[in-house]
């Protein structure tokens, strides 16, 4: 339901009733001849309803002007009063300010206009032109500044309000892009816990489920499965210390990490003969002369080497998974090869490898590509040495 009037209009209108009573019981107004002077109480009917205008001025303030301006011009023909011309010009400022735009332009347009006709209804009638001038003054004061002030008003206003809403826009974007930097964050962190928790204990799994399985085994074989066993425990002990000194120190210079605990393409002869089963062997062929890589690239290549190798001993048949590392002037290019099994995963996977993978070259705005490929699983990668990246670490 429309509300008549809200608190603070019924205060303004008790305030300017009251202002202009007093007014009145001094003589607050003029007269146009001596034979012409309403009494009190008849001024006071103007007086009546432009205050109860006032009620309206937020609510209605078109209504409320409309029904202001018959009681200031009688007002005016009785003779002009300081209460009704201040109270009046305040319906103007109202009407103004809180209607639409093009009302308070038809109101300045208005205004101007009787402004210009009482100056010169003034000047011509009483035949003065100091009379016309000063009439003008005073209707302008009345009738154009409340409009003119409201519209300066209203335009601060409007630039307030932009203002507030572009505050609000940055600060959602603000908060989008912190969301966008914690899920690449909660994004690497996964593909690093992937790396170093997946594909250690899957090594140490599937060698562990070898000397189970094999209870002939000679004192060779179980000392090799267990050498295994020990460097891929010891390994990703070394790199979870690592992640977790990251962590905890919020930084990304390395100070203070074990050296083993960063994994490093020269050391792709170890992982290569570490990642052979008893039916799968693993070769290792580097090609060009390894030049200073950035530290996000050798991580991303060793990692997608690891990854690759570690797919091979869950899912590889028997044969040889061969890892080809390829050094040119503008990047480094990984292919690893083995053979495609034929009985299905040995340990269950989840298939977030082969996303992980993409996703670190990717990162790098370089390529990947894995697939069957001549009765062979191949996985290939080419990580840019020129290219701008986003993960150090």
Not at 178 to 197: C, G, K, P, S
């Amino acid at each position: 339901m429309h509300r008549l009037t809200t608190r603070k209009d019924a205060l303004v209108a008790a305030a300017a009733l009251a202002g202009g009573l007093l007014l009145l019981s001094v003589h607050g107004y003029s007269t146009w001849s001596e034979d012409w002077d309403p009494s009190a109480w008849a001024r006071l009917v103007p007086l009546l309803g432009l205050s109860s205008a006032l009620l309206m001025r937020r609510t209605a303030p078109l209504t409320a002007l409309a029904v202001a301006t018959p009681f200031n011009f009688a007002d005016v023909a009785m003779g002009p009063s300081i209460a009704t011309a201040m109270i009046y010009g305040d319906a103007l400022y109202a009407a103004s300010l809180y209607g639409r735009r093009r009302t308070a332009e038809w109101l300045l347009g208005t205004t101007v206009v009787a402004t210009v006709c009482v100056a010169a209804g003034a000047g011509v009638g009483l035949r003065g032109l100091a009379v016309g001038v000063i009439a003008g003054s005073v209707a302008g004061v009345v009738w154009v500044a409340p409009v003119l002030t409201a519209m300066a008003v209203r335009e601060h206003r409007f630039r307030a309000e932009a203002e507030r809403q572009r505050a609000e826009q940055v600060a959602r974007l603000a908060e989008l892009d912190r969301r966008a930097a914690v899920t690449a964050e909660r994004a690497r962190m996964a593909r690093e816990l992937h790396d170093v928790i997946a594909n250690h204990l899957s090594a140490v799994a599937l060698h562990s489920s070898a000397v189970l399985k094999v209870p002939s085994l000679d004192r060779d074989g179980v000392e090799r499965a267990m050498e295994v066993i020990r460097e891929n425990s010891v390994q990703g002990l070394a790199e979870m210390r690592r992640m977790i000194g990251l962590l905890r120190d919020g930084d990304g210079d390395g100070a203070g990490e074990d050296p083993a605990a960063r994994p490093r393409l020269a050391e792709l002869g170890r992982l290569v003969r570490h990642s052979a089963r008893s039916d799968l062997s693993a070769r290792l062929e580097v090609a060009g002369e390894p030049p200073e890589l950035p530290a996000a690239v050798e991580l991303a290549a060793y990692r997608i080497v690891q990854e690759a190798l570690t797919n091979a001993l869950k899912h590889a048949g028997p044969g040889s998974a061969d890892v080809r590392v390829e050094y040119t002037r503008r990047s480094v290019v990984i292919d690893v090869l083995s053979p495609l099994g034929a009985d299905g995963a040995r340990l269950p996977g989840t298939g977030s490898g082969l996303v992980g993978m993409r996703e670190r070259a990717v990162m790098l705005a370089g390529e990947f590509d894995a697939g069957p490929d001549g009765g062979r699983w191949r996985v290939h990668a080419e990580l840019p040495l020129d290219q701008p990246f986003t993960e150090a670490r």
